[in-house]
């Protein structure tokens, strides 16, 4: 899209409608929103991903509200235009469509972002709506929803099996229903992602899921190959990893060999 008028639901909504596709990128500070801006990404995500990329834990299960509205508000300072969405993290949404709704006041409150995230389909749908209908723009995600890792036990494709699908067909169906208003679909067939994508109302975000969708997302250490290693799903279009231990280790052997004088 690149224009610099503030990106809206409603922008992409009318890019879905216009076969115009959108780029989001996860961010998680106001540098990564600034470079992710200047080349023409229209959606930052601040991803519960940051609780692995950033901190170190070894799934997304321990980030906290306060871990995202942290970061979510350092996006929101570094971006001019873009449409920041801010994930709700697990344990904060899920109990029921009134704790969605205080999880999401303090993250719209607090950090000034446009968006929540939620994972989940027809369970989460009421909640969803109860959002919806007081005014709050929800992204769905769908398919590979790490949060439940613990209950599926991989980070596997989704929706391969005929059961798994015909499921993923009713959870698009269910959150488009209840007024999401875009839909991230992660790490599931094409030809599915395809259908979902012809069948609901609203754009889906592809992340391993084909090129039909109406918009991509990668995450950040991920694209940029800082990451160690990358989900299959997840090109790198740098090495910034080698580059940084690069750069580190040259000063390193500089101040060690007292040839760094300024
Ligand atoms: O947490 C995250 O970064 C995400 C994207 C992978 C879609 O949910």
């Given amino acids: 899209m690149s224009t610099n008028k503030p990106v809206t639901a409603a922008t992409l909504m009318r890019a879905r409608q216009q076969g115009e596709k959108t780029v989001w990128l996860t961010a998680y500070d106001a540098t990564s929103?600034?470079?992710?801006?200047?080349?023409?990404?229209?959606?930052?995500?601040?991803?519960?991903?940051?609780?692995?990329?950033?901190?170190?834990?070894?799934?997304?299960?321990?980030?906290?509200?306060?871990?995202?509205?942290?970061?979510?508000?350092?996006?929101?300072?570094?971006?001019?235009?873009?449409?920041?969405?801010?994930?709700?993290?697990?344990?904060?949404?899920?109990?029921?469509?009134?704790?969605?709704?205080?999880?999401?006041?303090?993250?719209?409150?607090?950090?000034g972002c446009d968006a929540v995230k939620i994972e989940g389909g027809v369970a989460m749908a009421e909640s969803i709506r109860f959002l919806a209908q007081r005014g709050i723009a929800v992204v769905a995600h769908i398919g590979l929803t790490p949060q439940s890792v613990k209950k599926f036990g991989s980070y596997?494709?989704?929706?391969?099996?005929?059961?798994?699908?015909?499921?993923?067909?009713?959870?698009?169906?269910?959150?488009?229903?209840?007024?999401?208003?875009?839909?991230?679909?992660?790490?599931?067939?094409?030809?599915?992602?395809?259908?979902?994508?012809?069948?609901?109302?609203?754009?889906?975000?592809?992340?391993?899921?084909?090129?039909?969708?109406?918009?991509?997302?990668?995450?950040?250490?991920?694209?940029?190959?800082?990451?160690?290693?990358?989900p299959p799903f997840a090109p790198a279009y740098a090495d910034v990893r080698k580059t940084m231990n690069t750069a580190i280790a040259r000063w390193v052997a500089d101040v060690k060999q007292g040839v760094f004088s300024i």
């Fill in 33 to 111: 929103a600034q470079l992710a801006e200047a080349a023409g990404v229209d959606v930052l995500l601040v991803g519960d991903s940051l609780g692995m990329v950033l901190l170190g834990f070894d799934s997304t299960i321990p980030v906290t509200l306060e871990h995202m509205i942290h970061h979510t508000a350092a996006v929101v300072r570094g971006r001019k235009h873009a449409w920041v969405v801010c994930d709700l993290p697990f344990g904060t949404y899920q109990a029921s469509p009134e704790q969605a709704f205080t999880s999401s006041v303090r993250v719209l409150q607090e950090t």
């Fill in 156 to 230: 596997g494709k989704r929706g391969k099996r005929n059961d798994e699908k015909t499921q993923l067909l009713r959870d698009a169906q269910a959150v488009d229903d209840a007024g999401a208003v875009a839909l991230v679909l992660e790490n599931i067939p094409t030809e599915l992602a395809t259908e979902i994508t012809a069948a609901v109302n609203i754009p889906t975000v592809g992340i391993g899921a084909g090129s039909d969708c109406d918009a991509q997302v990668l995450v950040w250490h991920d694209l940029l190959g800082i990451s160690e290693s990358n």
